[in-house]
Nanobody
């Protein structure tokens, strides 16, 4: 059974930090590129960051460059998103995605940036 389980979301003040985790199971993690998406209320889901199978190739949306860091631990079947200098516009549900021949999605974790 394929599972992607996100954790680490919550409420944080502007300028704060959060670290999201996504634990994968039920498939060969090292075969899959991993991505983080987010979806704010009333907006389309957008790609935030991606990391290749080996971790060598990493890309970020312009809106998060310099503030977010994606990483993966293939020994733990886990991908991370370290978020710093958070802004209110980062408020969204954050989803983990695994992509190879098919797409797998997690259930999402809420991140709210507010005073």
């Amino acid at each position: 059974q394929v599972q992607l389980v996100e954790s680490g979301g919550g409420l944080v003040q502007p300028g704060g930090s959060l670290r999201l985790s996504c634990a994968a199971s039920g498939f060969t993690f090292t075969n899959y590129a991993m991505r983080w998406f987010r979806q704010a209320p009333g907006k389309e889901r957008e790609l935030v960051a991606s990391i290749s199978r080996t971790g060598r190739d990493i890309n970020y949306a312009d809106s998060v460059k310099g503030r977010f860091t994606i990483s993966r631990d293939n020994a733990k079947n886990t991908v991370y998103l370290q978020m710093k200098s958070l802004k209110p516009e980062d408020t969204a549900v954050y989803y983990c995605n695994a992509r190879f021949l098919v797409d797998y999605w997690g259930q999402g974790t809420q991140v709210t940036v507010s005073l």
